[in-house]
């Protein structure tokens, strides 16, 4: 099993990146599946999330800019990052809960994301 992220990298202030996180060696079009982050020095912190019926959730400092979703067919979760700003900045990952799990127990290798002011 596999998550690999990408679709990071350097944007100015107001611009926009779209993250991928592509699965393989399984379907995971029942797990949720959520994208993290970690700046330098913080602990890592759930951005957004995703259920197997799209139902969403978001953290407070992103709601109205960044926007999750998936696509089954392709076993793949985006995450439409919209008016970035310089606390935006960060390595991004994502994750999936494995079926009736409660926490996420899979991960990929991140992508860093970085906003110039």
């Known amino acids: 099993v596999q998550l690999q992220a990408s679709g990071g990298g350097l944007v100015q202030a107001g611009g926009s990146l779209r993250l991928s996180c592509a699965a393989s060696?399984?379907?995971?079009?029942?797990?949720?599946m959520g994208w993290f982050r970690q700046a330098p020095g913080k602990e890592r912190a759930l951005v957004a999330r995703?259920?197997?019926?799209?139902?969403?959730y978001y953290a407070d400092s992103v709601k109205g800019r960044f926007t999750i979703s998936r696509d089954n067919a392709k076993n793949t979760v985006y995450l439409q990052m919209n008016s970035l700003k310089p606390e935006d900045t960060a390595v991004y990952y994502c994750?999936?809960?494995?079926?009736?799990?409660?926490?996420?127990?899979?991960w990929g290798q991140g992508t860093q994301v970085t906003v110039s002011s």
């Open positions: 060696g399984r379907s995971f079009s029942g797990n949720v």
């Open positions: 995703i259920s197997s019926s799209s139902i969403t």
């Open positions: 994750a999936a809960m494995a079926l009736f799990s409660t926490k996420f127990d899979y």
